[in-house]
């Protein structure tokens, strides 16, 4: 089996999971309390930027002959951090969010456990043992399923804290899966201060994108109400399954877009999976709308006939997507300056004009479609330069490494 087959079955398999999280919350904790819950999951994906940054810097320093226990001692000081500004984050969440200390407290503990889990995950992709790696992201899945689903009978916060356990119980499994696969001979040592360094650069791109994918969620509380905000919470899941659904796509093209003479190439190809893989999802989701209130309930139906848009929306967030894992490849990550200012807009707009689910979800896809023009263009011109990466990928990749 390639290894695009073996990571989408496996990252949809997590998905699913995640997923099958939000239909029981959406019933068992009424619109009020699953407002709560889906934006306190929300942020989570916000203080899991060190993670995700993490996973794409182990993975490009392992395309380029860095070895695992390297990587390891990186994420150790990368967990620490995140800890660190976890803590910094529970009061302002609390106070942004109108949720309790200890309950955004346990939401955001999950954010050390997932920098753990990445350690491992970036060292797979690296490798391309994308078997291994689709295991460990179903396992990922069915463990946030697992330990949670329980605390859903007791409240928001205990099901938040069942994240955490299931990222925990998930890198020890990758640990075993990853092992302790050589380096190059030749590659020098990363250094931990130009390590840090790299993770914070791959950071900016990844927090760019994590507010993009969720700043109109976090907002629709706020802005419209605790109910119409719970209602939008439920429309959000189809541009979260649109978001997700292409992660393989990423994952298994960024050992080649951190391979300097093949990025081009492979940033057209995963451009073109991306456009079409959304548009077949908006398609799905126009289709699929009368099964929003069928299974959540009647309280969910004025997001029911907006769910294509939502859907247009997540892809259009996961083509920008693969345009900044080009910009962390080719190590340009000041690219992400664009995005930026195309945010600042956005969260204006959303702040001051939206009234209903409706006008909100308008605005956020049409915010979205501005920056992948954006970007898609600064791309295009970074394109026409010579793409970093001193060293070329290491040539002594076991081919029984990659399990296709």
Same mark, same amino acid.
């Given at each position: ?25 959406? =019933?068992?904790?009424?619109?009020? $309390? ?29 395309? =380029?002959?860095? #070895? ?24 302002? @969440? ?9 309950? @955004? ?23 391309? *043992?994308?078997? *291994? ?21 007791? #409240?928001?916060?205990? &099901? ?52 993009? /994918? ?6 629709? *509380?706020?802005?419209? $109400? &605790?109910?119409?905000?719970?209602? %939008? ?16 796509? #990423?994952?298994?093209? %960024? ?6 003479? *093949? ?36 309280? %969910? ?12 929306? $997540? ?22 300056? %664009? ?25 956020? /896809? ?10 898609? /263009? ?12 001193? =060293?070329?990928? =290491? ?10």
């Amino acid at each position: 089996m390639s290894g695009l087959a073996w990571v989408t079955v496996g990252s949809m398999l997590a998905n699913l999971c995640s997923y099958f999280v939000h239909l029981p919350a959406s =019933r068992w904790l009424g619109p009020s $309390g699953y407002g709560e819950f889906a934006a306190l999951l929300q942020l989570v994906l916000v203080l899991a930027v060190p993670a995700l940054a993490l996973q794409t810097v182990v993975a490009r320093q392992v395309v =380029r002959g860095a #070895g695992a226990a390297q990587m390891r001692r990186l994420g150790h000081v990368i967990a620490v951090g995140a800890t660190l500004l976890a803590a910094v984050a529970v009061p302002l @969440a609390a106070a942004g969010l109108h949720t309790r200390a200890i309950t @955004a407290a346990a939401a955001l503990a999950a954010a050390p456990a997932l920098v753990l889990l990445a350690v491992e995950q970036g060292v797979l992709q690296g490798e391309r *043992r994308f078997g *291994r790696l689709a295991v460990l992201l179903a396992v990922a899945g069915l463990g946030k399923l697992a330990f949670s689903m329980p605390g859903l009978l007791v #409240g928001p916060g205990p &099901a938040l804290l069942g994240t955490t356990v299931g990222a925990l119980v998930a890198a020890g499994l990758g640990r075993v899966l990853a092992g302790s696969p050589p380096g190059s001979d030749g590659a020098p040592p990363l250094a931990p201060v130009a390590g840090v360094r790299a993770v914070l650069g791959a950071s900016s791109v990844q927090l760019v994108l994590a507010v993009f /994918a969720s700043l109109d969620l976090l907002l629709a *509380r706020p802005v419209l $109400g &605790a109910a119409a905000g719970g209602t %939008y919470a439920l429309g959000a899941v189809a541009a979260k399954v649109a978001f997700w659904l292409p992660q393989a796509v #990423g994952v298994v093209f %960024y050992p080649q877009l951190a391979t300097p003479e *093949r990025a081009r190439g492979a940033l057209r190809t995963v451009l073109a999976l991306l456009t079409g893989l959304g548009l077949v999802c908006a398609a799905g989701a126009a289709v699929c709308a009368p099964l929003a209130t069928a299974l959540a309930g009647e309280e %969910y139906r004025p997001v029911q006939g907006l769910l294509w848009l939502f859907a247009a929306q $997540g892809a259009l967030i996961a083509v920008l997507q693969g345009l900044l894992l080009y910009a962390i490849a080719i190590e340009r990550t000041r690219m992400a300056g %664009y995005a930026w200012v195309v945010l600042a807009v956005e969260a204006a707009v959303l702040l001051t004009w939206p009234r209903t689910p409706a006008e909100m979800i308008t605005a956020a /896809a049409l915010c979205a479609l501005a920056a992948v023009m954006v970007i898609g /263009a600064v791309a295009a011109i970074s394109a026409c330069r010579p793409v970093s990466g001193s =060293r070329s990928p =290491r040539s002594g990749t076991r081919p029984a490494a990659a399990e296709r």
